[in-house]
């Protein structure tokens, strides 16, 4: 059974920073891409952010560029991402998930993805 918990959210105020994880269980987790997606109220869900299986490759939304950054630790099958500069368009439901077969192009395309977590949520306050 592939399970994805998150963890790291909470409420702050903007120009603060939070970190992220997620533990993956139940799937080859150095063999898997990962990715993260943030849903807003009344929003549709969205690409934050994709790592490769080997971390090389990494890709990010635009709006997020230069202040998130994606990581993951595959001994300890943790996937974080790292929150700096948070504004309050951030505050969202954030959600890690796994699936596609790489990154590439269309990172951002939630139907790629296999499995999800619950979320956490961010809430950042001006």
């Known amino acids: 059974q592939v399970q994805l918990e998150e963890s790291g959210g909470g409420s702050v105020q903007a120009g603060r920073s939070l970190r992220l994880s997620c533990i993956v269980s139940?799937?080859?987790?150095?063999?898997?891409?990962l990715g993260w997606f943030r849903q807003a109220p009344g929003k549709e869900r969205e690409g934050v952010s994709c790592?490769?299986?080997?971390?090389?490759?990494?890709y990010y939304t635009d709006s997020v560029k230069g202040r998130f950054t994606i990581s993951r630790d595959n001994a300890k099958k943790t996937l974080y991402l790292q929150m700096n500069s948070l504004k309050p368009e951030d505050t969202a439901m954030y959600y890690c998930?796994?699936?596609?077969?790489?990154?590439?192009?269309?990172?951002?395309?939630?139907?790629?993805?296999?499995?999800w977590g619950q979320g956490t949520q961010v809430t950042v306050s001006s």
């Open positions: 139940g799937l080859t987790f150095d063999d898997t891409p």
């Open positions: 998930a796994a699936g596609p077969q790489v990154c590439g192009g269309s990172w951002a395309d939630l139907s790629r993805y296999n499995y």
């Open positions: 790592i490769s299986r080997s971390g090389t490759n990494r």
